[in-house]
């Protein structure tokens, strides 16, 4: 009986190491994985001053990012910069611009634009993170940093 609760003890205790090694493992490969999904995202976006990210809206959409230029015009028409091809969405719905060094947004023709949940009628200065919904769709947006503690 002894012996049995000896090769017990010794088994449990290499399957416990075992256990701690490949969660371990998988907690490395996971931050690889982001990290390289991370670097991905930014060597795309650098050469913009910042994406959009749809997070809200037809399911096919979520996810799908889009770089700011100085001068992006927003809508469900083929000849915008930034398509969004949503019966909601109007043909030419908003327009993003740069000006000194910010970005801002001004909806176009009284259309359904609004930034964190609150309609757009005028030109809005926008910051990182702003939530921005253009009819059904949800977008998020990031800009890059160009100093320290400021985000454009």
């Not at 000006?99 to 910051?127: G, M």
Request: proline share 3%.
């Amino acid at each position: 009986m002894e012996q049995a609760f000896e090769v017990a003890s010794y088994a449990m205790r290499y399957w416990f190491i075992a256990l701690v090694l490949v969660i371990l493992i998988a907690v490395i490969y996971i931050s690889y994985k982001e990290y390289q999904q991370k670097k991905q995202v930014m060597t795309q976006v650098g050469q913009f001053g910042g994406y959009m990210q749809i997070i809200a809206g037809p399911e096919e959409f979520i996810g799908d990012r889009f770089g700011l230029t100085e001068q992006n015009s927003i809508g469900s028409a083929g000849s915008c910069d930034i398509v969004l091809p949503d019966r909601t969405v109007a043909p030419r719905h908003a327009v993003i611009f740069a000006q000194d060094d910010e970005y801002y947004v001004k909806p176009e023709n009284r259309t359904e634009t609004k930034i964190n949940d609150r309609r757009a009628i005028n030109t809005h200065k926008l910051k990182t993170g702003d939530k921005l919904s253009f009819g059904d769709i949800s977008m998020r947006i990031y800009f890059k940093r160009t100093r320290i503690g400021n985000d454009h």
